[in-house]
């Protein structure tokens, strides 16, 4: 499959799954060192914390709920500790974290982002995983991990700074869902270049056993699949009036939840897990 780049360049890449691991990649792969360039637009909202338009307003807001419901889950396994949220962009989910008397520490390789969660959190926030010997209770990777370069060895990297029975909690698209499904080329969750990787329920699993973790249970991202679906809508029919493509993808997000009630596809899964 051939998909796009809506937000900076609008160039194309190829999704390459290979044959014995099933794993899916893009293609060409921009390198650690011109990556930076594909994350320089307004558009690229996880970066910012104003929304200038409908779609960034609407992220804002379910932003705010997500939040909510992200410390919740986190709850059920530990009830107080520390925690590190790794690609932590702008700080929303540590200030949140903070604010309830966690102790916090956030990983952002964008020093733009990095600056505003420290303005916000009023805490160090690291460039690299190496600057940490800290280990945590929960280790976060909130729609991240499928920017990573190098899978394996950021997991492990990741492990070591976990606690023996802490918890890794990894959000990523998944485009086995119906949305995914329904836009083909021009789904949002595949995000080329800037999404190196692409996940489904088993090549998540395995990714997480190889490097020594233990997946213990897997939620969904409900609202993702109305978000991603409104992007998804604006690539493929820029020309449709607004309230048309809203309609279009709250219609399509709906289904999209109501298949994966059956299938547990969602559009977008929290997967967590303990070191095996």
Known sequence: MIARDYTVTQGDFSLQQCEQCHFVATSPRPDQNSIALY?????????????????????????????????????KYKALGSV??????????????????????????????????????????????KQINDKFDVITLWHVLEHVHDLNEKLIEIKDH???????????????????????????GFDVPRHLWHFSNSTMKTLLEKNGFR??????????????????????QPKKATILRMISAFLCGLSSNNSARRTGQYSSLIYIARQS
């Open 215 to 236: 997946l213990i249970n897997t939620m969904p991202m409900k609202l993702d699949s109305y978000y991603v679906s409104l992007l998804s809508e604006s690539y493929k």
């Open 84 to 129: 590190l949220d790794y690609g932590c962009g702008t700080g929303a989910f540590l200030h949140y974290i903070q604010k309830r008397n966690w102790q916090i520490a956030g990983v952002e390789p964008s020093e733009a982002a990095a600056k505003k969660a420290h303005e916000l959190t009023r805490t160090e926030i690291y460039h690299d995983l």
């Open 39 to 75: 994350y320089q637009s307004d558009k690229y909202i996880s970066h910012t914390s104003s929304g200038k338009n409908v779609i960034d307003r609407i992220y804002l807001l379910a932003r705010n709920y997500t939040l909510r419901s992200k410390y919740k889950l986190i709850k």
């Open 162 to 188: 976990l606690e023996k029975d802490g918890i890794l909690l990894v959000a990523v698209p998944n485009y086995k869902s119906q949305d995914a499904q329904k836009y083909g080329a021009f789904w949002a």
